[in-house]
């Protein structure tokens, strides 16, 4: 979706180091998640976030939304194979409370 | 378990024929939707049902049909009007309609038509 812009569209990394993504919006989110998606699979959800400079923590993974709610990252510390799949932002943005926008994904690889 | 089941996993069609895809689920939810997946795309939303008996179309709903007879089944036909149709479709569920509830998705069935 151009509503929401994910960077980087891809990302490398070696087991053990840190790593973040971002999920950029022009406009302000009503709510933002997070999601993971193994290739071929459906998606797994991670976390909700609605308030501005909120941010929740689950396992490795921290996620923030900025207090102007236009944009969230997602931050792994300690990488690790099994955090290896594309990680998708997905936004309410106000237009419809029935949809949601989603930015169009990072792959995540993690070498051991 | 509860959860969103998706069949068959890969499907595969000849041009000019429609077809159906299966969505169940067992979590009680209200709402369910159809999304689309095409590779290096995020995901874009076909179809939405708030609740039995009433779907509204999502962005790309032309070539697509649904219909919501049961508050469990989410069938999506892919008619041989949509241009496309080989794509990775994933369906989703909620508790009820909006944004402020997660969604739930099914592991997804990949079309492909030659």
């Known amino acids: 979706s151009q509503e929401l812009e994910q960077s980087p569209q891809s990302l490398i990394v070696q087991e053990g180091k840190n790593l973040t993504i971002n999920c950029t919006s022009s406009?302000?989110?009503?709510?933002l998640y997070w999601y993971k998606q193994k290739y071929g699979e459906g998606l797994i959800f991670l976390m909700m976030?609605?308030?501005?400079?909120e941010e929740k923590s689950h396992e490795k993974i921290t996620a923030k939304l900025d207090e102007k709610k236009q944009q969230s990252s997602l931050h792994i510390t300690a990488s690790q194979p099994s955090h290896a799949g594309i990680y998708l932002c997905?936004?309410?943005?106000?237009?419809?409370?029935?949809?949601?926008?989603f930015g169009s994904g990072t792959k995540l690889n993690v070498k051991p | 378990d509860g959860g969103i089941t998706q069949s068959p996993k890969y499907l595969f069609r000849k041009e000019g024929q429609n077809v159906t895809l299966s969505c169940e689920q067992n979590?009680?939810?209200?709402?369910m939707y159809w999304y689309r997946q095409d590779p290096g795309q995020g995901l874009r939303l076909i179809y939405y049902s708030q609740i039995v008996n009433d779907f509204q179309k999502g962005d790309i709903a032309e070539g697509y049909s649904v219909s919501r007879e049961k508050k469990e089944s989410f069938p999506l036909t892919v008619t041989s009007a949509q241009k496309n149709p080989t794509a990775f479709y994933l369906c989703a569920s909620s508790w009820a309609p909006g944004t402020q509830y997660e969604q739930y998705f099914g592991p997804g069935t990949r079309l492909t038509v030659t």
């Open positions: 997905g936004a309410d943005m106000g237009y419809n409370f029935n949809k949601f926008y």
């Open positions: 979590l009680n939810h209200d709402a």
């Open positions: 406009k302000t989110l009503y709510g």
């Open positions: 976030l609605q308030k501005g400079g």
